[in-house]
């Protein structure tokens, strides 16, 4: 298992990003939490199977149908066994 801390920058908040971000998180298996930063970005924690993390990285391009992702930050960071969801922040 894996962690990353993603922020996601473009036209991604007052669009469902959130909730979109975690109905495909809950889809493959993944935990952690969603929220909108004040600088305009929407910041996510999630952990999981490499597999899955790759696959919802790529599909965070797209988005929902109202956003336009301009560009995907990740960094690695440590995994938290405390998460046995996915939420909204």
Do not use: C
């Not at 597999?51 to 919802?56: G, I, P, V, W, Y």
């Amino acid at each position: 298992m894996n962690a990353l801390h993603i922020s996601i920058f473009g036209r991604v908040q007052a669009v469902g990003f959130r909730y979109w971000m975690k109905e495909q998180a809950e889809k493959r298996g993944l935990f952690g939490w969603v929220r909108n930063a004040s600088n305009g970005s929407v910041e996510a924690f999630i952990q999981g199977e490499d597999e899955s993390l790759n696959d919802l990285l790529a599909f965070s391009w797209e988005g929902p149908d109202l956003a336009d992702v301009e560009d995907i930050l990740t960094q690695d960071t440590k995994v938290d066994d405390s998460f046995n969801s996915f939420d909204i922040h």
